[in-house]
C-alpha cells in the first residue's frame, strides 16, 4: 500500500533516546512511532506528555512481546551502551529492524555478536536492516566532501586528520561517565575511526595503533583508565594514515573537525565551527558562538538518519553503511584505549591479527 | 482530544508551494495535510505521487467547499503572486487560518483588503490566525540576533543594512518574472523591509525613502519598470537609517545579508554566506560554495514557520507578527519601487500620510 | 650616481606626521629624511630622540628655506588639514615633489588651487611629482581586487559598496574633531570615494549623489553640521553606483570594508576584518580582535607609498593616481556633505556642472 | 654615539639570503649592510645591481678577513645548511654577533659545537648575541597567542597542535631537497617544535617521540630516507603533548597552523589561511588564495627579525630565545625523524638522554 508508515519502536529514553523519539515521532514522515520503554517511570511521563498517543514501557523486552503483536517493524536502541548489544539482539532475532546508537557494544566480542546475531536472522528475515547509528554519516557537510572526493576533487585521499572534542563540563560527570564509556577512544573518537574508514573505505586495514593521552583538567579520570585529552594515531595497510584528537576540555563548546587531504586538494569540515550565522561585533572584537554539544552540530543529521533508517527499511533498499563497520571501529577504538593506557603500539597482521611481539608479552 | 491535527489546504503546487506542502505534510507533526490546489494537473499529479492521501483539485474554490466538509482548518496560501489576496480573503471568510506567502499582493490597496477582510472576519471568529509568510522571521540567526538586540547587547539600533541578492540567471527569466513580480523592491527587499520594521519595531514611522538602480546585465527590465541593481534608504521619524541593496547578479549564489548596528555594538547575519561546513582546498586557493537560492538558505525557516503557524493555530496564541505590517512593508516596497523610477525620493508625514510637494506635483 | 637618496622633509609631526617621518626615516630604503616641522617644540623633541639625525623647525617657512640649500628634494606635508594646500602650493613653487595628506583642503577651490599650482610649477619642472596620499590605493588587498578586476574576473563593474566606520570614541573627540575635519564624507568617506573613482576609472562622472544622516551617539556633531553615522548614494552617468556607510560608531574598532561587484562576479575587501591570524577560543565562544584604528588596518599601505613616492620621484615614474582625482573627490564629498544637511539631492550635468533647480533654489 | 648603525654581513645569497640581505639593507634602519657573500657569481652580480654599494665577496674567509678591518659587527649566516655551522662558528670566534638560519646543523652534535663556541666565545666578549633564526617566533600571530597564553587567558597550555605544510611541487624538487634537507621533520616540523619549546617553557623535557609517514607523491623520497606526509606526538615529562602534521602536499598553498589548548581555553594560530583580506565571488563559489611559500606568510616576521637582532646587538639586551633552544629542537626533530623511518617510538629520561630498551636495541 501506497504510504504505509513504518511501525517504530524506542528504547531508551534518556537524553539521545528522548531525541530519537522525538524524532521519528514528528520529523520522520514514513514512519510511525508506536511505543517507546525506559526503566524510569519519569522519562515514560515525559514522553506521554510530549508524544501522546505513544505507548510506553518500563520493560524493553514486554515491548517487543506486546508491539510485535500490533505489527511493530523496527527498534531504536538508545538506552545505556551496557544493553545495546542484548536489546538489539532481541530485536533481530524477532526479524525486527534495528537502528542501533554507536558504540554497538564497548567490547569488541559483544559488538561481534549484534553482527553475527544479524547475519544469523538475515537467512530466515532476508530484507532485515540494521545499522548502527554514527551520526556524521548523515551530516550534509560530511557527505558532502564525501562525494566531493568520490568525484575526485582531492585526487587519491592519503591523510585524516580528525577531531572530537566536548566542551568543558567542571562538573565532574566525565569522570562518573568514564565508569561505562569505554573511554575517550571508544567514546568520541569511534566518530572519526568511522569516519576515516569511510573515507578511506570500509575495507582498509589497520596497521598500527598508537595513543597517547593526558588528564589537564579531571586526574580522577584515570581511576578508570581514561584521560581528557589525548591524540592518536591508525596506519592503514595502504599508506594511508589517520591522525586522531579528543579532548573533553574545549572551553568554547564542541569542535568536531575533519579534514581529509589527497594528493591534489583537502577538504575540510568544520574547521570554523559556529553554532549559527550570526556575528557579535562588541568591544572586545568580533565573536561567534558554537554549539555546546554535539546535538547542536549534528541534530539536522540525527533526523536525517530517522528518515533514510526508515526509507530503506520500507523500501527494501541498501543501507549507507555495513554493519560490520561498527565492529571494526570499537576495534580500533578499543586498541587505540589499550595503548593509551600501556604506552605500546599495538600492531596488526593484514589478515586483521594482532601481533603480539615478544617483548611485549612479557609486559 | 490530546494531539489532534491542524487540518490544512495548500493552494498552489508551484516550486515553492511544492515545497510548503512537503512541509506541513511530512515536517509538521501537528499537522496534517488533507488537500492541495493548483490549475496544472501535472503539478496535482506530481502531488499525488509524492505525497500520498493528500486531496488535490484543479480549483481553488471547489478545494475550499469540499475541504471544509472535512473539518479544514487552515490554509497556506503559496499560489501566484497576483491571487495572494483573493484566495486569502476567500478563506479568510469561511474562518479558517490563513498562512499566505509574501506578498499579500505587489499592491498597497489590495494588500489592505487581506487585512480588513481578516479584522472584520475576526469579529465572528475570535481566534482565527492570518499572518503572511515573511520567512527570515522562522530563522534561527535572525531570531538569535533579535533576542541578543532585545538583551541589550548592540545598544540601541540605529543602522539596518540589508541585502536581498538572487544569483545571476542568464536564461532571462528576471525578465519575465518582472512582469509581475511588482518589481525587484517589492520582490527581494520586502524581505528586508520586514526585517527592518522588526528590528526597529512594527510601530517606526517611515520619514522618506529613495532609491536608484541600474540594468547592468538585464536592460531589458526596463520594459517593466524594473532594474537588476538597486541601492535604497529608509529614514525614519525616530533618527533610524535602513541602507538596502538588492540585486539579480550574484554570481557565486544567493547572498541574503543583514547587518544591525547599535550604539554599543553590531550584529552581522549571513555576511559570509555557506552552503554548508565545508571548505575546499585547491590549486586556486580555499573555496567555499554558497546557496544557489533562498531555499538553499531558507529552508529551515521555512519548516519552523509550518510549525509555528500550526501551534499558533492549534494554541490559540499570538502568531510571530502582525498582519497589519504585510501591508506596511509593501507600501515601502511600492514607494522604493517608484522612487527608482521616478528618480524623486518621497516623503511621508508622521501620520503614515505621503507629502506631495508643489514642485514634484508639477512634473 | 647609483643609489643616491631622495632627500625628504616632514611637516607636521602629529600621529600621522610622526609615522610618516618614522615611514620614510627607517622602512624607506632609497630616501632619507633630512628634516621635520612642526609648530610644537614637543614634537620636535620626540622627532630628535625617535629620529636622530633629522633637523626639525618650529616653521615650515624657514625649513624650506633652510633645507633647499641642502638639496632637499620633496616634501611629506601631514600637517593640520587647514594648511595642506597652502603648504602643499609653497613646496610646489619650489620645485619640490609632494606628497600630501589627504584631503588637499575640506574645500574644492582651496583643493583645485594646489592642482592649478602643480600644473603650472610642471611647465619649469616637468619632471616634478605632487600626489595625495589615498592609502588604500597602496593597499596590498585592494590592489589584488583591482588587479583581478582588470583582468576581468568580474566581468563589467556595476556596483561599488565601501564603508569607512571608526571605533566608537566615547570621549567626545569626534565632536571636537568636526570643527575642522570638513564632515564625516569629507573625512571618512573620501577614502570610498577615491577608491570608487579608481574602480570606475577615473574619468567617472557623477550624475547625483544623495546623503542621510543621523546622530545615534553624538547629537552635539549637530552644531558642526556633522553626523555621527552616513549613508550615501553616488550615481554615475555610465550606470554605476556606489552606495557607502560611513560611520564613527563601531564597537570593535575600525571596519573599512569594500566590495566591488560586477556582471560576472564580485571582489570583497576586508569583510572580516581581524588584527592578524588569532582566534580565541573561550567560553563565550571564538572571539578574533579587530584594529581600533586605520593605522593598525592601513600601516602596510602607508609604507608602500612612501616607498612608491620616492620610487617615482626618483625615477621619474608615473605616479599612480593623478593629483586632479583628490580634488573630483573632495567636490563629490562636499556634495555629499551637503546633501546630508540639506535633505536634498544634487545634480550634477555630464560637463561636471552642478544643477540648480529651480524649486531647491527657492528654498 | 646616537644612531650609530650595525654593520652587517650576509653569508649566502640564495633565496632566503638574498631576502635577508635586502631586509638588512633596507627594512633595518639600524642596521648597514656592508657586505655579503656567496659562492656563486651570479648571486653577487645580482646584489650589486639591487643592493648598490654592498662589498661581495665569493669567499666567506675572505669577507671576513677584509670586513672585520672596516668595523664589521654582525654576520647573518643564510648558506646552504651544510655549512651553517661551520660558517657561524668562525664568525663567533672573532667575536661577531650572529644570526643563524635555522637549523644549526642538521646533526645534534653540530649544532651543539655552535652553542659550545658561543658560550666559549662570551667569555671574553660577554655582550656577543649568537641566534638561531626561527622566524615564527617574530610573527605578530604567534607573539599576540603567546602573550595571551601567558596573561592566562587559556589557564594552562596541555596540548599543541601544529603543522607546517608545504605547497604541492610536481617538479620534483622536494625529492633534491630531501638528499640535503634533514628530512621533512628537520626541515618543516622544527619550526612546529621550537613553537612547542616557546609555549610549554623552554624547560620543558621530552619523555617520548614517535612519527609515521608515508609518501602518497613523491615515492623517491624513501632513497633518502624521507616522507612527504608525516605525523607525529611528542609527550613531555609535565603531562603536555604535542601533535604535528608535516606535509609536502598541500593543493592551495603554504598552510602552517598552530593550536594551543589550555584548561580554559584555546588559541589558534592562521586556522583559515589567507594571502590577503579579498575574497572573490564567482559561479563555482567563494574563494580565497592563500600564500605559496613561507615567506608569503612570514615575510613581516622576517623583518621583524631582523630589526630585533639588530637592536639587540646594539643595545645588549637579551635575545628573545636561547641558542640552546636550537640544539634542542634539532635533537627532538632528528628522533621524530628516525622513529618515522624505523617505525619505533623514542623514550627519554628526565635528564635528556636516551632510553635505549633491550628488544629496540636487539633490532
Not at 16 to 34: D, I, K, N, Q, W
Not at 67 to 74: F, T
Not at 333 to 357: C, H, M, P, W, Y
Request: charged content about 25%; hydrophobic content about 40%.
Amino acid at each position: 500500500m501506497v504510504g504505509a508508515k513504518l511501525k517504530v519502536a524506542v528504547a531508551g529514553l534518556g537524553r539521545m533516546g528522548a531525541r530519537h523519539a522525538a524524532h521519528f515521532y514528528g520529523l520522520t514522515p514514513r514512519a510511525e512511532l508506536v511505543a517507546a520503554s525506559s526503566p524510569e517511570q519519569k522519562e515514560l511521563d515525559l514522553t506521554q506528555t510530549n508524544l501522546p498517543g505513544v505507548r510506553t514501557y518500563l520493560s524493553y523486552d514486554e515491548m517487543l512481546q506486546e508491539e510485535i503483536k500490533h505489527g511493530l517493524q523496527a527498534v531504536v536502541v538508545s538506552s545505556a551502551t551496557a544493553v545495546h548489544a542484548e536489546q538489539a539482539i532481541k530485536a533481530i532475532k524477532l526479524g525486527l529492524h534495528v537502528l542501533c546508537e554507536k558504540p554497538l557494544s564497548t567490547n569488541v566480542e559483544i559488538s561481534q555478536s549484534v553482527v553475527t546475531a544479524y547475519r544469523e536472522s538475515q537467512k530466515t528475515h532476508p530484507n532485515q536492516k540494521v545499522i548502527c547509528g554514527f551520526s556524521r554519516r548523515f551530516d550534509a557537510s560530511y557527505r558532502d566532501a564525501f562525494e566531493k572526493m568520490q568525484a575526485g576533487l582531492i585526487g587519491r585521499p592519503a591523510v585524516f586528520r580528525s577531531q572530537t572534542c566536548d566542551k568543558l563540563d567542571p562538573s565532574g560527570f566525565f569522570v562518573e561517565y568514564a565508569k561505562f564509556s569505554g573511554g575517550i577512544f571508544v567514546d568520541c573518537s569511534i566518530h572519526d575511526i568511522d569516519l576515516a574508514l569511510w573515507f578511506f573505505g570500509e575495507d582498509s586495514k589497520v596497521k598500527t595503533v598508537s595513543a597517547v593521552g593526558i588528564t589537564a583538567v579531571e586526574p580522577d579520570l584515570r581511576k578508570y583508565n581514561d584521560r581528557d585529552n589525548a591524540v592518536a594515531v591508525i596506519e592503514f595497510f595502504d599508506g594511508k594514515i589517520a591522525q586522531l584528537y579528543c579532548s573533553r576540555m574545549m572551553a568554547a563548546g564542541q569542535e568536531d573537525t575533519s579534514e581529509i587531504i589527497g594528493t591534489k586538494g583537502k577538504l575540510s569540515i568544520n574547521m570554523q565551527p559556529m553554532t549559527n550565522l550570526v556575528n557579535i561585533f562588541e568591544s572586545s572584537g568580533v565573536r561567534r558562538e558554537i554549539p555546546a554539544h554535539y546535538y547542536g552540530r549534528f541534530r539536522d543529521a540525527f533526523i536525517t538518519e530517522a528518515n533514510e533508517f526508515t526509507a530503506c527499511c520500507l523500501d527494501n533498499t541498501e543501507p549507507p553503511m555495513k554493519l560490520e563497520g561498527a565492529v571494526n571501529a570499537v576495534r580500533i577504538g578499543q586498541a587505540l584505549q589499550e595503548s593509551l593506557i600501556t604506552g605500546k603500539r599495538i600492531d596488526f597482521a593484514e589478515n586483521g591479527e594482532r601481533i603480539v611481539s615478544e617483548p611485549k608479552a612479557r609486559l
